[in-house]
């Protein structure tokens, strides 16, 4: 064939033919990786979450074979572990061993679910991860000093795909539920959510724990379209009950708060699985409890807990152990906490603030508002009301459980953390109220077509501003204060891999420094010392998080074993309280932060 005809034909075929359709995708492909990298370029900053930092530490110890272990130590972490090795010993007549608390060997992570850490874990085997600050490469270094960190970047880089994943399954779930107008509409709404983006730069499990959801919802799509053929084929059904139980297990095993959606899911199959309900809701059940069981019996064996210290999340925030004293704690009274005022209490505090603004906040913007008006509407499809059913089941769970699971780490960051489930409802939420602005459009009495598309693309750009003004300043990717990679790497450079630091955010110092490092006890004095005397203290790095503490009521008023009155002590005496074992300090650390070791090291 001439190659004129062959062009003409090519030509006719990107325009008006199969291939027209090919390059509108292809073209919107490119528009979604040119998003991505403008996030990347001037909104993204490195890791900043505790949770985000101690997942990353824990994936690296697992991808260089070293275990499910951590070198994030928490006080309470070691309490468990040691009480429950002394309690096995005893109970079989032999003494404690050595090492009961785990802590001069690799100590057993009993705060995290696996699944995130284990995805992680082989991101770190594929990708060249450089642990090592660079401040040579222009795109990693500005003007010879640090600023991205590459590890932080890469684990964004794999949340990023994750969103575009969770942007495709929106896409199909609202094609099923309504129509192809909504689908692009409600796709588009969930690519421009800034706080599902801002998500993706975290470093949290949410994402991954957002595309197992948007899967589990499918299925159980799925299971209601197929209970209602007029044949309706057991096997199927009882495959899809089994699927969906799975799902809701991994969910469990990415955080574990979401193991209380198999609630809404049972409740689900009971009311829309067909004639069948019973089996479908036990093959549902028995596949969760499969699933779970192995991670619990490990757990049990471990620390004698089923969910380790994520187990007590319930506890933290009340009045009996405010802000992180739980976690810090070396031999708390846990006992104290079987009362159920503190918990009532804590529930009817979150609670409120959920209904009175995360709920209008949760990332949804002005979809979310079309949902939450349109709750009421007589959907055309049978699938949309029962899904939005499980909807509604899952927004009321979720807000009871997010209340009583919260604790300072919602204080620390109130959006971005790993205690927000209401964030897994938007998808869904944006597709509702894309459906719901379909309607009020159709009702919209306009002069002419294309008013209609000028009606659709407004509301899309409303809904997009946030992100939009997140990228016209551009942003110090460095989360500094307070965290400084350089500086954590330099200061846990002088202590050997087997010593044992501590912080008070040992979480950066595992992640960053890759040294063992225990939280900041509650006092100076004895709890330090019961600490040191399980493992010697080599080192004790303190950061703004407690040199900036407040100067009357956490300093000169403070308690004398406190870190505080430690603090006090160290600033009129100039030099550290007597029989303390940490008395050498480098230079270029006071005010701002306080450095002491054993022994001069630098």
């Given at each position: 064939m001439p190659?004129?005809?062959m062009?003409?034909?090519?030509?006719?075929k990107?325009?008006?033919?199969t291939g027209s359709?090919?390059?509108r995708y292809?073209?919107?492909?490119v528009g979604?990786?040119?998003?991505a990298l403008?996030y990347?370029?001037?909104?993204y900053?490195n890791l900043?979450a505790?949770?985000?930092m101690?997942?990353?530490?824990?994936?690296r110890?697992?991808s260089?074979g070293?275990?499910?272990?951590?070198?994030?130590?928490?006080?309470?972490s070691?309490y468990?572990?040691?009480?429950?090795?002394?309690?096995n010993?005893?109970?079989?007549?032999?003494?404690?061993?050595?090492?009961?608390a785990r802590i001069?060997?690799?100590?057993?992570?009993i705060?995290n679910p696996p699944?995130?850490?284990?995805?992680?874990?082989g991101?770190?085997k594929?990708?060249?991860?450089?642990?090592t600050?660079n401040?040579?490469?222009?795109?990693?270094a500005?003007?010879?000093?640090f600023?991205r960190y590459?590890?932080d970047?890469?684990i964004?880089?794999?949340n990023?795909?994750l969103?575009?994943?969770?942007?495709?399954l929106?896409f199909?779930l609202?094609?099923s539920?309504f129509?192809?107008?909504?689908a692009?509409?409600?796709?588009?709404?969930?690519l421009?959510c800034?706080l599902?983006?801002?998500?993706?730069a975290?470093?949290?499990s949410?994402?991954l724990?957002?595309a197992?959801f948007?899967?589990?919802?499918?299925?159980?799509l799925?299971?209601?379209?197929s209970?209602?053929e007029?044949k309706?084929r057991?096997?199927?059904?009882?495959g899809?009950?089994v699927a969906?139980g799975?799902?809701t297990?991994i969910?469990?095993?990415?955080?574990?708060?979401?193991?209380?959606?198999?609630?809404p899911v049972v409740?689900?199959?009971i009311?829309?699985?067909?004639?069948?309900?019973?089996?479908?809701?036990?093959?549902?059940?028995l596949?969760f409890?499969?699933?779970?069981?192995?991670?619990?019996?490990r757990?049990?064996?471990?620390?004698?807990?089923p969910?380790?210290t994520?187990?007590?999340?319930?506890?933290e925030?009340t009045?009996?152990?405010p802000?992180?004293?739980?976690e810090r704690?070396?031999?708390?009274?846990?006992?104290l906490a079987?009362?159920?005022q503190?918990?009532?209490?804590k529930?009817f505090a979150?609670l409120?603030g959920i209904l009175t603004?995360?709920?209008?906040k949760?990332?949804?913007?002005?979809a979310?508002v079309l949902?939450?008006?349109?709750?009421f509407m007589?959907?055309?499809?049978t699938g949309?009301?029962?899904?939005?059913?499980?909807?509604?089941?899952?927004?009321?769970l979720f807000?009871?459980?997010?209340?009583?699971g919260?604790t300072?780490?919602?204080?620390?960051?109130p959006?971005?953390n790993?205690?927000n489930?209401?964030?897994l409802?938007?998808p869904l939420v944006l597709v509702?109220?894309?459906?719901?602005f379909?309607?009020?459009?159709?009702q919209?009495?306009?002069?002419f077509v294309?008013l209609?598309?000028a009606v659709i693309a407004?509301?899309?750009?409303?809904?997009?501003l946030?992100?939009?003004?997140?990228l016209?300043?551009k942003n110090?990717?460095?989360?500094y204060?307070?965290?400084?990679?350089?500086?954590?790497?330099?200061?846990?450079?002088?202590m050997?891999?087997?010593?044992?630091?501590?912080?008070d955010w040992?979480?950066a110092?595992a992640?960053?420094g890759?040294?063992?490092?225990?939280?900041l006890t509650l006092?100076a004095?004895?709890d330090f010392?019961?600490?040191?005397?399980?493992?010697?203290?080599?080192a004790?790095?303190?950061?703004?998080?407690?040199?900036?503490?407040k100067?009357?009521t956490?300093?000169?008023?403070a308690p004398e074993?406190?870190?505080g009155g430690?603090?006090?002590?160290t600033?009129?005496?100039?030099?550290?309280?007597d029989?303390?074992?940490l008395?050498?300090?480098?230079?270029?650390?006071?005010p701002?932060?306080?450095?002491l070791a054993?022994?001069?090291?630098?």
């Amino acid at each position: 064939m001439p190659s004129s005809p062959m062009i003409q034909m090519l030509i006719h075929k990107l325009e008006v033919g199969t291939g027209s359709r090919y390059f509108r995708y292809f073209a919107l492909a490119v528009g979604v990786v040119g998003l991505a990298l403008i996030y990347d370029l001037r909104a993204y900053r490195n890791l900043s979450a505790p949770e985000a930092m101690d997942s990353a530490q824990l994936a690296r110890n697992i991808s260089e074979g070293k275990g499910y272990s951590t070198l994030f130590l928490r006080p309470f972490s070691l309490y468990l572990v040691q009480k429950h090795h002394t309690a096995n010993n005893a109970d079989t007549g032999t003494n404690a061993p050595p090492d009961a608390a785990r802590i001069k060997t690799a100590h057993p992570d009993i705060s995290n679910p696996p699944v995130y850490p284990l995805l992680l874990a082989g991101l770190m085997k594929i990708l060249p991860f450089d642990y090592t600050t660079n401040t040579k490469s222009s795109f990693w270094a500005n003007n010879g000093g640090f600023w991205r960190y590459q590890p932080d970047f890469f684990i964004a880089l794999f949340n990023e795909a994750l969103l575009l994943i969770i942007v495709v399954l929106t896409f199909f779930l609202a094609k099923s539920l309504f129509d192809s107008n909504v689908a692009w509409l409600s796709a588009f709404l969930v690519l421009g959510c800034e706080l599902l983006w801002r998500f993706s730069a975290s470093g949290l499990s949410t994402l991954l724990l957002l595309a197992i959801f948007m899967v589990l919802v499918l299925f159980l799509l799925e299971i209601e379209r197929s209970s209602r053929e007029s044949k309706p084929r057991p096997g199927w059904l009882l495959g899809l009950a089994v699927a969906v139980g799975v799902l809701t297990g991994i969910g469990a095993l990415t955080r574990y708060a979401f193991g209380w959606t198999i609630i809404p899911v049972v409740l689900f199959l009971i009311l829309f699985s067909g004639p069948r309900r019973l089996p479908h809701m036990l093959a549902a059940l028995l596949a969760f409890t499969l699933v779970l069981a192995p991670w619990i019996i490990r757990n049990e064996v471990v620390s004698g807990t089923p969910f380790g210290t994520a187990g007590y999340a319930v506890v933290e925030g009340t009045y009996l152990f405010p802000q992180f004293q739980l976690e810090r704690s070396v031999q708390p009274e846990v006992a104290l906490a079987m009362r159920i005022q503190p918990y009532t209490q804590k529930l009817f505090a979150n609670l409120r603030g959920i209904l009175t603004g995360d709920l209008l906040k949760s990332g949804a913007t002005w979809a979310g508002v079309l949902f939450f008006a349109g709750l009421f509407m007589a959907f055309r499809s049978t699938g949309a009301r029962r899904i939005r059913y499980f909807l509604l089941m899952c927004l009321g769970l979720f807000a009871v459980v997010q209340s009583l699971g919260r604790t300072q780490l919602s204080e620390v960051s109130p959006e971005i953390n790993s205690e927000n489930l209401l964030v897994l409802l938007v998808p869904l939420v944006l597709v509702f109220g894309a459906g719901f602005f379909f309607t009020l459009l159709d009702q919209m009495t306009l002069p002419f077509v294309q008013l209609r598309y000028a009606v659709i693309a407004g509301f899309v750009t409303l809904c997009w501003l946030p992100l939009v003004f997140a990228l016209v300043i551009k942003n110090d990717p460095r989360f500094y204060p307070p965290y400084f990679p350089p500086v954590v790497q330099q200061s846990a450079s002088w202590m050997q891999p087997e010593e044992l630091m501590m912080s008070d955010w040992p979480w950066a110092v595992a992640w960053y420094g890759q040294r063992q490092c225990v939280w900041l006890t509650l006092d100076a004095q004895d709890d330090f010392y019961t600490i040191n005397n399980l493992k010697p203290i080599q080192a004790l790095y303190l950061t703004q998080q407690t040199m900036d503490c407040k100067f009357v009521t956490e300093m000169m008023n403070a308690p004398e074993r406190s870190w505080g009155g430690f603090l006090k002590q160290t600033l009129n005496d100039k030099r550290v309280p007597d029989k303390f074992p940490l008395t050498k300090a480098p230079p270029g650390y006071w005010p701002l932060e306080l450095f002491l070791a054993d022994r001069q090291r630098w």
